[in-house]
């Protein structure tokens, strides 16, 4: 009965503090509303407490923003419905009014009128804990208006007092750059809507180096535990979605839905001082961009390895980025592509063929890499990889002036390449492009060079085209119009299926099957050697034996071990006549004829380990020799 009496004796205060604040002014008056975890409310009705005298006695984690006090949640115009037909029970109270929320726990809260009556509708949110939105600080979020400084008001007063998120459902105009950190606890910014304004820094010459929309505050240590999620973002062809710079952040989620007119969506290359990695990048459509993700190795700083490693990808559309889609330089290791569809990249680069001598020992060590710049005295262009090596032969990825689609490139084959001081030259053999005949694009640039080992696996569930530098080192499995040798692998093991075969590859080193195996017989294409007591090795060769003079075509292999290697030797020729069979065997370094099964028209003869044949035709002959070791 006492705390009956006490409950209603309470209300009673409160009700007197409300009617003297709403007494009319010409001034108007600002009302902080404060939903108490102990009231229940409905979707359609709530609890409605205090002015600026009760707010004051709130827990300190509770207070309206200071720096706030004069700016409206909500324009005049939503709410002078509100209080247009004074009743006896309640005085006017002018159009001025300031609104200001803060939500508890689980709930957002949008107010409205319903019969001259404020009521209130609440949305679950997915995370617990109090949350503050960009329109308590002044953020209007039509697109219009420049809400820069106060999301960036929002984001520090929560970081500051602890609330760890911020929640905007407008759309958000912006001209500078919003800075966002965490202490390791956790912070969480979600914007409906972010454009990139009028204001905003152009777009420099070195288009790499555009300004973020969004990046790390420079804190004392590198940062965790962000959870960045925006559902829309233009960046007016002039700012980077996402740049990851001083100490950096690990261990986050960056998600954005819908991204458009942006110059590199997510960049962490070159520019953190410690360890910058785990972070998963995630959304719907990263569309028509220049890059799409540019990763790599940072500055260093004494004490600190700078790697970027174990970034994760799952964007269900990434396409149509001008230069390229993911490109994953030195200090990438570990990168892990595993879900969506990644086609339509780099429609203006070339992918230029070096030739078979590395252009690093040919120009005294200078490496050529992303950001140079490099001519044919013609055509100028940025070198996006260092010089990678594939089957034999070393390229590198550079920027075209026009769509370089289906051989349009505005290089030429052939010319010789120079960087401005001409401390780097080396020859374009071969201009390679995206194409639609073979649906190959520059989707991912895997150009990991340092460490010897790259390790990422990239296995989407499309992507139009896989290139880059120690591809053996990875794991991917892209399904793709172009050769699937290049395309399916597993630490250098390229399996592809056909119809009617199996073929296995050695990706790195060629796109020839060393074995395919169809259903009536197996063929090999390489020499086999088998380890063990019993040995057996293939060789196929052709040797030009002139008429009347013994021609060495092939050499024995010395035997150490006690016992006695034995070969089996055939030859033939495309001369009608010549051919024959020997058994050859070997004891130290001399090899010895131990039978000669059948020879026409040719001799075998041995010198040492070398195996020699003579014939004697009158005319020089091509003839072609198989030799088996069995034993």
Not at 100 to 117: D, F, M, V, W
Not at 530 to 537: A, D, E, I, T, V
Request: proline content about 4%; hydrophobic content about 35%.
């Amino acid at each position: 009965m006492l705390m009956f009496i006490f409950v209603l004796v309470w209300w009673a205060a409160l009700a007197v503090i409300c009617l003297n604040y709403l007494r009319p002014s010409t001034t108007g008056c600002a009302l902080y509303v404060h939903l108490s975890k102990s009231v229940k409310f409905s979707r359609r009705s709530a609890r409605i407490f205090s002015s600026l005298s009760a707010a004051k006695s709130l827990p300190p984690h509770r207070h309206p923003p200071p720096d706030a006090v004069h700016t409206p949640l909500f324009r005049p115009s939503e709410i002078t419905a509100l209080f247009s037909q004074p009743s006896p029970n309640r005085h006017p109270v002018p159009a001025t009014l300031s609104v200001y929320t803060i939500i508890p726990s689980r709930c957002s809260a949008h107010l409205k009128t319903y019969n001259g009556e404020i009521m209130m509708s609440t949305t679950l949110e997915e995370n617990t804990g109090y949350f503050l939105s960009p329109e308590m600080f002044g953020a209007v979020g039509d697109g219009l208006h420049d809400d820069s400084d106060a999301i960036q008001k929002a984001i520090d007063h929560a970081r500051v007092n602890k609330y760890r998120k911020v929640v905007g459902k407008g759309n958000y105009l912006i001209n500078k750059t919003l800075l966002i950190g965490s202490d390791g606890n956790g912070f969480a910014l979600h914007l409906q809507s972010l454009i990139v304004g009028e204001q905003f820094p152009a777009l420099p010459e070195k288009w790499w180096d555009a300004t973020p929309a969004i990046a790390p505050h420079q804190s004392a240590g590198s940062q965790n535990n962000i959870d960045l999620r925006v559902e829309y973002f233009n960046g007016a062809n002039k700012a980077t979605w996402f740049r990851n710079w001083g100490n950096g952040i690990t261990a986050s989620r960056l998600y954005c839905g819908s991204m458009k007119n942006f110059i590199i969506g997510y960049r962490c290359y070159k520019d953190t001082q410690r360890v910058t990695g785990m972070n998963d990048l995630a959304g719907c459509s990263w569309y028509g961009g220049y890059l799409g993700a540019l990763i790599g190795t940072g500055d260093k700083v004494p004490g600190f390895t700078t790697v970027a490693e174990c970034h994760s990808f799952d964007i269900q559309w990434f396409a149509s980025n001008k230069y390229g889609g993911v490109i994953l330089l030195s200090g990438a290791q570990y990168a892990n592509i595993y879900k969506g569809t990644y086609d339509y990249n780099g429609k203006f680069s070339v992918w230029m063929n070096l030739g078979a001598n590395n252009p690093d020992t040919e120009n005294n060590g200078k490496v050529i890499g992303f950001g140079d710049t490099i001519s044919d005295g013609v055509v100028t262009g940025t070198v996006l990889t260092e010089p990678s090596y594939h089957q034999g032969s070393y390229y590198i990825l550079v920027t075209d002036t026009q769509s370089a689609l289906d051989g349009q490139s505005t290089w030429t084959a052939g010319k010789p390449l120079s960087n401005q001081d001409g401390s780097w030259k080396a020859t374009a053999e071969k201009i390679i492009t995206c194409t639609t005949t073979e649906a190959r694009y520059f989707d991912v640039v895997a150009n990991i060079r340092t460490g010897g080992f790259g390790k990422c696996i990239i296995e989407p569930e499309y992507i139009g085209g896989l290139i880059g530098h120690n591809l053996f080192t990875s794991q991917y499995r892209a399904a793709s119009a172009t050769s699937i040798n290049d395309t399916s692998n597993y630490r250098g093991l390229g399996v592809a299926s056909t119809a009617d075969r199996l073929e296995m590859t050695a990706t790195s080193h060629s796109n020839t099957p060393f074995i395919s195996a169809y259903k009536d017989e197996t063929q090999v294409r390489t020499h086999l050697r088998l380890f063990n007591q019993s040995k057996l090795l293939g060789l196929n060769k052709s040797v030009n034996v002139p008429n009347d003079s013994p021609t060495w075509i092939f050499s024995l292999g010395a035997n150490t071990s006690a016992t006695i290697a034995m070969w089996k030797v055939y030859v033939t020729s495309t001369t009608t006549g010549i051919s024959g069979e020997a058994n050859v065997t070997v004891r130290g370094n001399e090899a010895f004829i131990t039978n000669v099964v059948y020879a026409s028209n040719m001799q075998f003869k041995v010198d040492g380990l070398k195996l020699l044949v003579h014939q004697s035709t009158g005319a020089s002959r091509n003839i072609f020799m198989n030799a088996i070791r069995v034993a």
